[in-house]
T-cell receptor
Framework: AQSVTQPDIHITVSEGASLELRCNYS??????LFWYVQSPGQGLQLLLK??????LVQGIKGFEAEFKRSQSSFNLRKPSVHWSDAAEYFC???????????FGKGTTLSVSS | GAGVSQSPRYKVAKRGQDVALRCDPI?????LFWYQQALGQGPEFLTYFQNEAQLDKSGLPSDRFFAERPEGSVSTLKIQRTQQEDSAVYLCASSLVGTGVVFGPGTRLTVL
């Protein structure tokens, strides 16, 4: 079955340290890939997306993600985390253009000072 | 409008009541999606519209859930005879082919 896995339920990072959130998917072909962020009480905000082309994608708020076909992964990275980055992060995939997204269960990011 | 709007933002219902949740997508967005997000979980797909046509309703958990988009813009998700397990945030999203999916702020439903 098609699925999205975010192996880390909760991650704590020191402010100013680098961050990597993992995402793996299960599908026979290359899906459309997304990362969303959700702050408490807020809706989902799109950080970045990958449809095709360059496998390193730049997003908003200084985030980037790299698609690795051989590992079926789309990990999210940020070189220096800010306290305001504390939130819930969701990886999502769509297996055809314009179809529904399948979400992972999310990773909660805490930032320590 | 500039974004996807949903109303009401919060809804408290007694078990057994019917509720209706509204979604106003971004003007011109053909696709509209409804998701259910339980506490501490990722959003789960409920149903999908392309214009006024409901192309996929495989995620609706029971026949108590019904969605419509009669004129291809505003959509309503209706839940009949609400039960406690229906308590969740209901997210609406819209998109145009080639763009990312834009989510609304959600409606938090609490069933007592």
């Amino acid at each position: 079955a098609q699925s999205v896995t975010q192996p880390d339920i909760h991650i704590t990072v020191s402010e100013g340290a680098s961050l990597e959130l993992r995402c793996n998917y299960s599908y026979g072909a290359t899906p459309y890939l997304f990362w969303y962020v959700q702050s408490p009480g807020q809706g989902l905000q799109l950080l970045l997306k990958y449809f095709s082309g360059d496998t390193l994608v730049q997003g908003i708020k200084g985030f980037e993600a790299e698609f690795k076909r051989s590992q079926s992964s789309f990990n999210l990275r940020k070189p220096s985390v800010h306290w305001s980055d504390a939130a819930e992060y969701f990886c999502a995939v769509a297996f055809q253009a314009g179809t529904a997204l399948i979400f992972g269960k999310g990773t909660t990011l805490s930032v320590s000072s | 409008g500039a974004g996807v709007s949903q109303s009401p933002r919060y809804k408290v219902a007694k078990r057994g009541q019917d509720v209706a949740l509204r979604c106003d997508p971004i003007s011109g967005h053909v696709s509209l999606f409804w998701y259910q997000q339980a506490l501490g979980q990722g959003p789960e797909f409920l149903t999908y519209f392309q214009n006024e046509a409901q192309l996929d309703k495989s995620g609706l958990p029971s026949d108590r859930f019904f969605a419509e988009r009669p004129e291809g813009s505003v959509s309503t998700l209706k839940i009949q005879r609400t039960q406690q397990e229906d308590s969740a945030v209901y997210l609406c999203a819209s998109s145009l082919v080639g763009t990312g999916v834009v989510f609304g702020p959600g409606t938090r439903l609490t069933v007592l």
